[in-house]
Structure formats: structure tokens, C-alpha cells
């Protein structure tokens, strides 16, 4: 049987990748980052409606919970323990389809009831010092998806619903992988040392030639520092820490590595990043789902990003989901092919209402600094050709990877 044509366009470009250049800058806004809040909650919810859809009508219906918004409440921190003012307000808006219709009889479904429970039970999951049932006003405005949109699930094969583009790279440098595993160390191992650190984390990297800076802001959490002396303390054991944890993860002596944690910190005007939650959302900073993270878990000036937010659209239909989720892998699966010097970036493209595995070109681009010259690309191209047909031709994985919790989308 003849392969379909997926439009699959794949070329060298004779240019310095990311990782060579002289200037990179990476970041990563933490867990408890008020617009990582959302993103969790718009795909925590979208997880959960899928999960019931199906349990109730057999497949997942048309939805898009990427709309969440969180409105800063207010706090009055100290240290050996400070109180909420204000709870947290959190909305989780969005489209969903909350009956069905065979002609019979009409059925409803419990979305908003879904939706709330998905959040709940995330907040409390994730974040250990926020009181999700006297702290946070958990409020959700989710109505039927309009017809037009809907109607792409009525059809024989699966149809995007907008003319939109993913993208991705790989592989992730080693400002990359600073960046995202320093997070992950102070939000997960860490913990267990210095409980005095909170949730809402941002670092952000700065590469000049083989020199990285890192800027830490981390919320410190009132309740376990006693006075000011703890919390110097404190901060001078996580710059420990954070360091001993960069060195083995640079791994080389290739890479200075330099630090700064709490920058906006004035100890001598009394000015200390603390928190009665460990979220900087108890006081001042609001969150929306798309203005943080990419798919990959970061955000990368220096490499091609897609504008759309990834959480809380829907895993079968939504282009600004699959397209982005579906180029990081084809991106990743493409590198473990070529040398390590190359960078490879994927866009994907389509059209609203053609079929999800048919876009209207995705292009694959090996990036060398003399690709011209490499003897390697043609057998290089005709590989990411194949990686890419293959993910294409198997959209229902990724859906079903994304429903699963497999995938990352901030």
C-alpha cells in the first residue's frame, strides 16, 4: 500500500548552531510559578475530561481548557510563620462539550464537577504549604464548544481545528539542561534538605563563550525560618547545594559556572524573599496558562519557539498541542541519529480542517556549521524523513502519551 504524502521537507543549513554561538539564554519558570500554576491546572483539567469522556461516551470529546487564570490574592509573610490576607483566586475557563445528543436521549456530562476535582487534587498533590481548602478560591466557567469546532469530531479520521504550527529542537544544550535540571533538583531532591525553600522557582541562565550564569528567585517559606540569620543561612546552603548539583550535571571543567540566588534580597534594608506558601501568588503575581514555559520546559530566546500555549488544549484535534509535542520528539528522535554538533529544528504546519497526519509541510532542518560540506546529510536527511513520517503517521500516540500524563507540556 502507497505511503501518503506528508509534505515532509528536510534540509541542511550551513549556519553556527545555538549551543556554538557566543550568547545563549535559557529559562525556566518552576512548579510553583504562578503561569506554571495554570499550565498545570488547564492540563490537569484537559487530562481529566478526556478520562471521563471516555469513560462515559467511549472517546474524547471536543474541549480546550487553556484559559486558566490566576488572580494573586494577598499575604502577610514573617519569619517563624506569617497568614493569608487574601485567598488566591483560580479560574479554570475554558470549552467543553458537556452533553451528548444521539437522538434519543440527551445525556449530560459532569465537567465542571471534573474539572474542579482535577484541580484539587493537583494543588494539594504539589504544594505541601498552601491550605488548598482556606487559601485558594477554585472557581470554574467552562461552556459548550461552538459548532463548527465540535464538528471535527464528527467526521471519519481526525481534523485539526486550526490553521496553526509546533515547533521544536534538540538536543537540549548544556545551558539546556542547567537550566531545566536545576529546577528539578531544588523542587525535588532538595526538598528534603532545605524544606525552608518553596515551590515558585525561576532560573534563569545567561551563556557567555563557556561561561554560564545562573540567576536564581526561589520563595522561601516563612513557617521554618525563624529570623534573618536562619534565612542567610538557608540561602547560603541552597547556593551550595545548587552548585554542587551544576557541577555534576556540567561535568566538565570546560564550563565556569557562576551563581546568584535572590538577587532582589536587601538585607540590610530588611528586604528577604519569604513567603507563607513557598508561591509568590499569595501576594502580587497573577499566572495565565501560555505565558511561561514551552512544551520542552523552557523558554529559549535563542532557538524557535511557537507563540501557542501547549496546556489545556485538547490531545486529539488541537494543531497548537500535537504539532508542538509531536516536533520535540520528532526533533529528539532525529538528533539521536546525527552527530552531537548538529542542531535539528522541526516546524509543523497546518490546516484547519485536513487531516492532523497530513500537515501542509513539516519542515526538518539539520543545522551544522558546515552542512554543506558534510558528506553525512544525505543519509542524515533521508533518516529524519522517515522519523517524521513515522510520528505523523501515528498521531494517535502522541494523543494517547498526552491523555497518559506521558508528556510534558510546560
Known sequence: MPKKAKNIYVEGLNEIPAPMKKVEIVERKGIGHPDSVADALGEEVSRALCKMY???VGHVLHHNTDETQLAAGNAAPKFGGGYIIDPVYMLLVGRATTFVDDGKIVKDLPCKPTALDAARKYLKKTFPNLDVDSEVILDAKIGMGSDDLTGVYKTSGVLANDTSFGVGYAPYSITDKLTLET??????????????????VKVMCSRIDNTVTMTIACAMVDKYIPDAAHYKSAIEEMYDLV???????????????????NTGDNYKKGIYYLTCTGLSQEMGDDGSVGRGNRCNGLITPYRPMSMEATSGKNPITHIGKIYNVMSKLIAEDVAKKVTNEAEIRVRIL??????????????????????DKNKNLGKWSKEAESIAYEWLDNVDKVSEMIINGKIKTF
Open 243 to 261: 552548585t554542587d548539583n551544576a557541577l555534576k550535571i556540567i561535568g566538565s571543567d570546560d564550563i565556569k559556572f557562576k551563581l546568584d540566588i
Open 350 to 371: 497546518s490546516q484547519i480542517g485536513k487531516p492532523v497526519s497530513q500537515p501542509l509541510n513539516c519542515s526538518v532542518q539539520i543545522v551544522l556549521p558546515e552542512a
Open 183 to 200: 529546577e528539578k533538583y531544588i523542587n525535588g531532591a532538595m526538598k528534603k534538605k532545605l524544606p525552608e525553600t518553596g515551590q515558585d
Open 54 to 56: 471516555i469513560k462515559e
